[in-house]
């Protein structure tokens, strides 16, 4: 039988010894020329060391201990009345970035073979440092998933990446018994807090994510972690199978903001559900659009109509037979009495009191604690 060593290669030239994070496969295993059969790692990298030819593979080290670059770790047993396929490996390139993985805990391979001393503890990188092997960057890298979705690990690998891809690509989008519906947040400030209450209530609702201009990925906001930050990251999780989208934008210092992001919302294909909180009490015979936001304490009165991506905000008091225009804001604590209507991308601000029949126009913003007692007349959008 001919035996071929597997030992460690060099990394890089200020690394003469790498950790053994884990043996993929078992001791006494069949493998195949260029299988991976463990995983290291430096103070710069984590790397995958493969099977040099197809036999039967045994472990001459235990895992989690630090060994000298060309110690030999493993011998693979070739059967000679086989063809061979023995092929020379050259050595792997330096992974092209640093990204982290979840601890590992293992049990020491007993072996026949006396192992070697383990070598001097490996310096390890600075603490927050994230390392991550080269197939854990290529697969971050062609499902255009961002490397900060991992911050705070310490290693990741390509199961790592796999499985957070895996959320989307293998997420249910229908109501059933099985599983939620998965839906993804736009936006990560002081009213997304709201949305995702609001999601967590519902029993057919899963937020798999928020997409954030700002907000570095993953940040977590009430437990969903920030996963993208553009359009781009939004259309990439349309393409992988989430079809439903909230926006939660606020957005009171440029209200037709809210309205421009709810129709590029539209243009990817998502649909928007309206979110209703438990602790509101919405009227029967109220007619409401789409992307609709209602607050815990709010009323909202019979006949009532609410266009596409309003905001009934916490507290507010929207009486009978009332109509507000798509975009349109009733601010916490806000009071419209009977037949108010509010124009297109208008505020009513906190505290505010609208009397009976009073028309409020489009574009408006009506400043808190106001009493409005007569029309005010539409503005020209900015």
């Not at 936001?293 to 309003?310: E, H, K, N």
Request: glycine residues 8%.
């Amino acid at each position: 039988m001919k035996t071929i060593d597997l030992k460690i290669p060099l990394q890089n030239p200020n690394d003469t010894s790498a950790r053994l994070v884990c043996w993929t496969v078992a001791d006494g295993q069949t493998v195949v020329s260029g299988e991976t059969v463990a995983e290291f790692e430096t103070t710069k990298s984590v790397f995958e060391l493969p099977a040099e030819a197809s036999g039967r593979i045994s472990l001459c080290v235990a895992e989690n201990a630090d060994y000298d670059v060309g110690t030999t770790v493993a011998r693979i047993c070739i059967d000679e009345s086989a063809p061979s396929d023995v092929e020379p490996v050259a050595a792997m390139p330096a992974p092209a970035a640093v990204y982290p993985m979840p601890t590992v805990v293992t049990t020491a391979v007993a072996t026949s073979q006396s192992p070697p001393v383990p070598a001097s503890t490996t310096p390890q990188p600075p603490a927050g440092t994230t390392i991550f092997s080269e197939r854990a960057a290529a697969a971050l890298a062609a499902h255009n998933v961002s490397r900060e979705v991992f911050a705070g690990v310490s290693h990741v690998r390509e199961a790592d990446v796999l499985k957070f891809i895996g959320r989307f690509d293998a997420a249910a989008v229908s109501v059933g018994p099985a599983g939620r519906i998965p839906i993804v947040v736009y936006g990560g400030g002081g009213h997304s807090r709201q949305c995702l209450e609001i999601i967590a209530q519902n029993a057919h609702l899963e937020a798999v994510g928020i997409i954030d201009t700002l907000l570095p990925a993953g940040t977590r906001v009430l437990d969903v972690p920030v996963i993208g930050h553009d359009k781009q990251a939004l259309a990439d999780l349309y393409a992988r199978g989430v079809r439903h989208a909230v926006n939660a934008v606020a957005s009171i210092n440029n209200p037709r903001l809210r309205g421009t992001l709810h129709q590029m919302l539209k243009r990817i294909g998502f649909a928007i559900p309206n979110l209703v909180h438990v602790q509101a009490s919405v009227s029967p015979s109220a007619v409401l659009g789409e992307g609709i936001q209602i607050m815990a304490g709010t009323v909202v009165g019979p006949c009532v109509r609410i266009g596409d991506s309003c905001i009934v905000n916490s507290g507010a008091i929207v009486s009978h037979d009332c109509v507000l225009a798509n975009n349109a804001h009733v601010a916490p604590g806000a009071i419209l009495a009977g037949s108010v209507r509010v124009g297109e991308n208008s505020l009513i601000g906190m505290g505010v009191t609208v009397y009976m029949n009073v028309t409020i126009g489009d574009n408006c913003v009506i400043r808190n604690g106001e009493r409005v007692f007569s029309d005010v007349a539409g503005q020209a959008a900015a």
